[in-house]
Each structure stands twice: as C-alpha cells, then as structure tokens.
C-alpha cells in the first residue's frame, strides 16, 4: 500500500465514525425502479452531483446552482465530469419543460435524479449535493489552489477583478471565482469551466501536493468535506473510503471535464435558456451508458481539459 494511501486509510478508520455522523443523508432520492434505466456495464457508477446554497431540507431545495454528471469508468483509470448547464432547458416530469435546475426546486433530488435519467437514459447510482460552504472550508484546508486564468475579467457583483495568469483560490476568494457568472465571454459555460477547474485543483493538490502524506491537512480536509456534503441514503463513510482506494492512482490529467452538446442559448416566456443538441448528446449519453467515454471523446473531442479558464 502506497504511503498516500496509507495514510488515508489509516486516519479514515480511526475518525470514520465522525466522519459518518457529519455526512447529511437523503431517504428515497431514487424514482420507482420499474420507471428506470437499466445498471451500468459492469462495475462502471453514475453519481449526480450538485452544487447549491445550502444542504438539502436547510431551506426546502432551492435551485441547483450547478449540476454535473460524474461517470466513473468500470476500471476507474479516469473520471469523467459531465457539465449540464442549470439553464438547459428540458422536460421536466409532471411539470412541462422548464430549466434544469428549476426540477430540484420542484421535487428535490428526486425529481432531478427523474429529469436527468429520462432525458439522458443514463442511470444515476448515487447522488451527492456539495453546500458552497464547503467550497470555502474545503480550499482552507489544502492550503489553496491555483488555476490558470486566460483573460482578466471583472466581477461587478463582488467588484473583484482576476488577472490574467495564475490565481491562488482559498477560502471566499474561491466561492467567489467558482460561482461568478457575469463579466464572463462564456457566461454559465464558462462557470462550469470554472467549477471543474477548481475540482481538478482539488484533487491534483490532494494527490500530488503533499495533503494524503499529511494526517493534519488530510483530517481537516475530510472533516470540511464531510460537513458539507449530503448523500443518498446508500452512501457511508466506507462507500467514499472504498472509492478513495478504487480511484488512488487518479491524477490530475485523469481527470476530464466536459459538457453535454449544446445548440446555444434561447428565450422562453422572457427567460434566457440553454438548448441541448439533441442529436449530438444522444451519442454521448450513450457512450456514458456503454461505459465508453473515452472512445467518445478520442472521436469527437469536446474536453475541456486545458489548465486555463475565462
């Protein structure tokens, strides 16, 4: 066993039980099984993650913020970040078509787990929703990351300007640059950028930048994480510590992002939307139900992998 390995091992057993206590877990997210997608190819998982204002059942559920689909190869040599943008416009069932993010206001997680397998015939095995609080705990507690920043761009709602270059993320400063949507060329899209940039800093800094090696960082991390996330009822401190042990040879290049084939934007009833390229994500959602990702993307491209965002 690796050192890295071995040391989050050893401090997951010993602080597991408070670890488990500080995880919010949600009771029946799933829809009906009779209503859904077939399993996974073999040992391949779908987690929808979600990023919001608050834990679910804080406030209701408000709109999610921001939504992606994490698909996880059976030989887990990757992880793959699928972005839906929150202003996809989409039917919605019991409710027409509406944005995306307008399913979890609606019927919480249950209801968007349902949108999001019907629109894309992918099964979703596990859900996580991640309090933006836990963006600013979490960034504490590595120490911050950088990421590379192609353009300066201004954030009239904060009044923060980010340079062009290379931008130290922590605490506020990283709620802040994962969630700015306005003064961006790419609007949304390029806050999706954003967000799995910051994921890739993450967990190139947890894996390559000493925080596994070190029991301090490590349980500060963990304790920042776990009181920020809430899970399908399915989901234990050993389910996150087996797949911290499925994924140890995960690094940052391992990590691809991406987002679901997009048409452009619209207006509906006076609100701006996203419209899918039905056609072109049809291919991709396939790719995600065959296990074959990779494929899709040697032969399509549309990563977003390049260190630098807006």
Do not use: C
């Not at 202003?87 to 349902?114: E, M």
């Not at 400063?173 to 949507?181: D, E, S």
């Not at 691809?256 to 899918?276: N, Y």
């Amino acid at each position: 066993m690796s050192l890295p390995l071995a040391a989050l091992f050893t401090i997951a057993m010993e602080r597991q039980y408070t670890y488990d206590r500080n995880i919010t877990r949600i009771d029946d997210v799933f829809p009906a099984e009779p209503e859904r997608p077939a399993k996974p190819v073999g040992e391949a998982q779908n987690w929808l993650l979600i990023g919001s204002d608050s834990r679910p059942g804080e406030k209701g559920f408000n709109r999610a913020d921001s939504i992606m689909l994490v698909h996880l190869p059976a030989d887990r040599a990757r992880v793959f970040f699928v972005g839906i943008p929150r202003d996809s416009y989409v039917p919605i069932p019991g409710h027409g078509s509406d944005k995306i993010n307008s399913a979890y206001a609606y019927g919480g997680p249950k209801l968007l787990i349902s949108t999001v397998e019907k629109l894309t015939g992918v099964r979703v095995d596990h859900f996580a929703a991640l309090d933006f609080k836990g963006f600013v705990a979490m960034s504490k507690a590595i120490g911050g990351v950088e990421v590379e920043v192609s353009r300066e761009t201004y954030d009239s709602a904060n009044k923060i300007t980010w340079p062009q270059g290379t931008v130290h993320l922590e605490g506020e400063k990283a709620l802040l640059f994962v969630r700015q949507r306005y003064g961006l060329p790419g609007g949304d899209f390029d806050r999706i950028k954003r967000q799995q940039a910051f994921l890739r800093a993450v967990a190139d800094k947890l894996i390559n930048g000493g925080v596994l090696t070190d029991p301090f960082a490590l349980n500060d991390f963990l304790g920042a994480l776990t009181t920020s996330i809430s899970v399908d009822s399915g989901v234990s401190i050993g389910t996150l510590r087996d797949l911290a042990i499925e994924l140890r040879n995960i690094r940052g290049g391992s990590l691809v992002a991406s987002t679901v084939p997009l048409a452009g934007t619209d207006t509906v009833k006076g609100a701006s939307i996203v419209r899918l390229d039905e056609k072109a994500a049809k291919i991709m959602y396939a790719a995600i139900r065959d296990d074959k990702l990779e494929q899709y993307f040697d032969d399509h491209g549309g990563t977003s992998n390049t260190k630098q965002v807006n």
